[in-house]
């Protein structure tokens, strides 16, 4: 199969998934009218900044991109496709979409029974970590990554459960309501130093073995026959592993340098106050 040929898999209509594209696109509707005309309905609603819906709306395209196009197919066919949908699914997308919802909304949602309380445990720093890299490994556990492939619902369950995890970790990162954000910016490059490290053992297993470890990936593909079996399971580890990195450097990359602007307008505070003959603020 010719590289072309490959490609022309994206160009077929049928290929696609249109259920899931109307459901992408009311849920951008829904968000531009709740953050436009009708953020009336919440308290306190500031105006959505363009970036913010920017970053929302890249979030669904990229998620839909992953699992509503041809690559959803090849997915099932090829063990490197999978991985590519799973780093764009689950290292993407959420924390675009997390980013892009304006504060009001989550300050809603914070006054539902049980919310607050809930979602405060689940975005500690120390629980998403285990959260989300165990349910990613386990995930991976040949057994489970089998009986997950060929149950539709138990293939929902995990699939939405680990995006739900993902959420989680990426929250204590890029908390999008101010007075929630408490973490220091040295310790938010810990903790994805630290998602980046515990990742990389289920990756290296992946891409070093020379055995197939699931059942689901154990002939060549029909519909894609660009490589061996073990050839793309090795392939997978390498994607996972890279689109890791991509992303984490780049929210390392963020979170350095919203912080050097921190620092440096607090020193510019401070030298004001001096320069004025008024107390430091604090």
């Known amino acids: 199969m010719t590289s072309a040929e490959f490609f022309q898999i994206f160009f077929y209509v049928s290929n696609w998934d249109l259920k899931l594209n109307v459901i992408m696109l009311c849920i951008a509707g829904l968000y531009l009218v709740l953050t436009g005309p009708m953020r009336h309905l919440f308290p306190n609603a500031e105006p959505a900044k363009g970036s913010a819906r920017i970053k929302f ?10 699992n509503g196009s041809p690559l959803n197919i090849l ?3 090829l063990f490197s496709m999978h991985m590519l949908q799973m780093s764009l699914t689950f290292l993407l997308a959420p924390p675009l979409l997390l980013t892009g919802i304006p504060a009001y ?3 809603a ?3 539902l029974p049980g919310v607050r309380k ?3 445990f689940l975005t500690k720093p120390l629980v998403t970590i285990f959260f989300f890299n165990g349910f ?9 990554f089998d009986a997950s492939m060929n149950n539709e619902w138990l293939h929902i369950v995990t699939h939405y459960g680990l995006l739900f995890a993902a959420f989680c970790m990426w929250f204590p990162i890029f908390c999008p309501v101010p007075e929630w954000d408490r973490m220091k910016s040295l310790h938010k490059l810990v903790l994805i130093f630290v998602n980046g490290i515990l990742l990389t053992p289920a990756c290296a297993i992946i891409t070093f073995t020379d055995l197939l470890l699931y ?19 090795q392939l997978g580890g390498v994607i996972m592993k890279i689109m890791q ?3 984490y450097i780049g929210a390392i990359a963020i979170v350095f340098f919203r912080w050097v602007r921190t620092e440096r307008a607090k020193d510019d505070a401070e030298l004001q106050a001096y320069k004025e003959g008024n107390p430091t603020p604090s």
């Open 75 to 77: 997915g099932h066919e």
């Open 215 to 233: 059942d689901q990936y154990q002939t060549m593909s029909t519909i894609a026959p660009i490589m061996t079996p073990i050839h793309d399971q």
């Open 136 to 144: 990613f490994t386990f995930y991976h556990v040949p057994y489970i």
């Open 105 to 107: 909304m989550y300050r």
């Open 109 to 111: 949602l914070a006054k």
């Open 57 to 66: 709306l890249s979030g669904l395209l990229i998620y839909y991109i992953a």
């Open 245 to 247: 990195e991509i992303v």
């Open 118 to 120: 809930i979602g405060h």
